[in-house]
């Protein structure tokens, strides 16, 4: 089994991890990142997609909230394809504590985050689907975020510099000598392979799956594992998002994506970091706390549940780590057990994945006597389009298709559009719902880091969209059945594929989504011959 080298191995393909990858990256430090499944395999896809503006903590944790309106504006400087501008509204209830608006406010303003009051009645004329009943609503600078844009992103940038990464590996080993960790064994979970990559630093950035990790290397990492429950509705409900004012709790975010609008969340402790099944009881709970912001909830239709598991900190009794804010923690193993090379990052919002991702590099940084500064708040994600590409788009995939594309596809978008343009074919649109082409589809497939047809809905949001695969997922699979990874049994691909997809549905199975649910069956299991959809 040869070995590869890296000074740095990253655990763990969310946010956090795709942000360290880079930084190490452009400090020229040489990495490697290692993913269980595709990125954004855990909690970095399975969040509400809010970029915070800091609101929601300013009450409780002014440091927090400054840190969250800080990353804010840096995303959006440096990934707008990434952010959509939407804006954010805070908005009251008389039976919510009237004194907490005020208290609020007085923390937003000093925790420097703008708010603007709004008169309930241009509230109502401008989002009407709020409840009658708002008595106060302010503007904050909320928006909406692409996880999976963000996080491939990261690894495209990082790539440019020489990093390298490996999903569908897991971690079987970590290798010590001396007290010091020097390399990690990984199984290739698609073909079986062995793979050993000799390193000087580990770094623990697998949210919930930490304190699994750190037990490889012998060591205790407690993590309290909380599991939050969303759901989506088939389109925008508001086109900014909308957050109830009062102390936070579950069901009181709604964050427009797309064409879908996605609500939540719920908090509930779970042993298990892979229980991210949503209940059939959640989502009625979920329902019946949103009505109180939107009282028709229960008429819009629901295309799918899905659930996350949030790692939170627990330092414990022994626990020494360095605690870089009360949202997220650093530990170095080297002063708390001992290890040197070892580092983990627990904990934090999306929102800060990339002031995480420097704290943590700062430390790596030292520890391997690099004094390169962090740059990844100045240099772009991606380059943006420009108007002569986006107007070639245009023409080839209309003016939606392109917008949309360019967004998705940032540095790419030129070449997707040439080949477009030579091969008329490639236009097709084969996912109405968000607007994606056989072009972009065929790109994707052919990146070498597509593997399954979720990593094409990751990268594209094919089957993402209000049929949730029913029409696109089977014509996808047969374009690409020209490529290696996807071809053999097709019936099986596409089993795996919808099965995934009717994870999330099976908890909102009622009145036009059941309809379309019997609709999607019919489809595959009459016409392709599949036993069963559930």
Not at 186 to 196: A, C, D, F, S
Not at 255 to 279: L, Q
Not at 412 to 438: G, H, T
Request: a neutral charge; aromatic letters at 8%.
């Amino acid at each position: 089994m040869a070995a590869e080298k890296a000074q740095v191995v990253v655990i763990g393909g969310g946010a956090t991890g795709t942000g360290i990858l880079r930084d190490l990256a452009l400090r020229g430090i040489s990495a490697i990142l290692v993913e269980q499944g595709d990125l954004a395999h855990g909690t970095s896809s399975r969040f509400h997609g809010l970029l915070h503006s800091g609101a929601r903590y300013a009450v409780k944790d002014k440091e927090a909230a400054r840190e969250c309106l800080e990353e804010n504006m840096i995303l959006r400087r440096i990934a707008p394809n990434c952010v959509e501008n939407t804006g954010g509204l805070f908005v009251q209830l008389p039976e919510d504590n009237a004194e907490y608006a005020d208290q609020w406010l007085a923390a937003c303003a000093e925790s420097g985050i703008p708010t603007e009051e709004l008169d309930p009645r241009e509230l109502r004329r401008n989002t009407p689907v709020l409840h009658h009943r708002v008595t106060r609503a302010f503007i904050v600078p909320d928006c909406a975020v692409d996880g999976f844009r963000v996080l491939w992103s990261n690894v495209n940038s990082a790539r440019r510099y020489g990093a390298r990464l490996y999903t569908y590996h897991s971690l079987t080993g970590i290798q010590q000598s001396n007290g010091k960790v020097t390399g990690v064994e990984l199984t290739n979970q698609l073909t079986g392979e062995r793979k050993y990559i000799e390193c000087e630093m580990i770094i623990n950035s697998t949210g919930a799956w930490g304190g699994a990790v750190a037990a490889l290397a012998g060591i205790e990492l407690n993590i309290i594992k909380d599991k939050g429950t969303l759901v989506a509705y088939n389109h925008r409900l508001t086109n900014q998002v909308v957050n109830r004012l009062r102390p936070p709790g579950d069901g009181d975010i709604f964050v427009p994506h797309g064409t879908i609008t996605i609500f939540g969340t719920t908090s509930v402790t779970v042993n298990d970091a892979a229980c991210t099944k949503p209940g059939h009881g959640e989502v009625l709970d979920l329902i019946k706390i949103g009505q109180e912001m939107i009282p028709d909830l229960e008429n819009y239709r629901l295309i799918r549940a899905f659930a996350g598991v949030r790692p939170l900190y627990q330092a414990g009794n022994t626990a020494g780590g360095r605690s870089v804010t009360r949202n997220f923690a650093l530990v170095d193993h080297q002063e708390r057990d001992g290890l040197q090379g070892f580092i983990s990052i627990v904990g934090g919002k999306f929102t800060t994945f990339r002031l995480m991702a420097e704290k943590t590099v700062d430390l790596a940084a030292k520890r391997l006597d690099v004094t390169a500064p962090c740059r990844t708040a100045e240099e772009s994600l991606t380059s943006p389009v420009s108007e002569q590409w986006l107007e070639r788009g245009k023409r080839v995939f209309g003016i939606p298709g392109a917008k949309k594309a360019a967004d998705r596809l940032g540095d790419s978008f030129q070449r997707v559009v040439e080949e477009a343009e030579k091969n008329p074919d490639q236009r097709k649109i084969f996912c109405e719902c968000e607007v994606v082409s056989l072009a972009e589809i065929v790109h994707v497939a052919g990146d070498g880091d597509s593997f399954t047809l979720g990593d094409i809905r990751r990268k594209t949001r094919m089957g993402m969209g209000t049929c949730q695969g029913t029409f696109c997922s089977y014509r996808t699979l047969g374009a690409l059945s020209g490529y290696s990874q996807f071809a053999g049994n097709h019936r099986e691909y596409l089993t795996k594929f919808l099965q995934k997809r009717w994870k999330g549905i099976r908890p909102v199975l009622w009145g036009q989504q059941l309809r379309e649910a019997q609709l999607s069956s019919a489809i595959y299991c009459s016409l392709f011959g599949m036993e069963r959809m559930l």
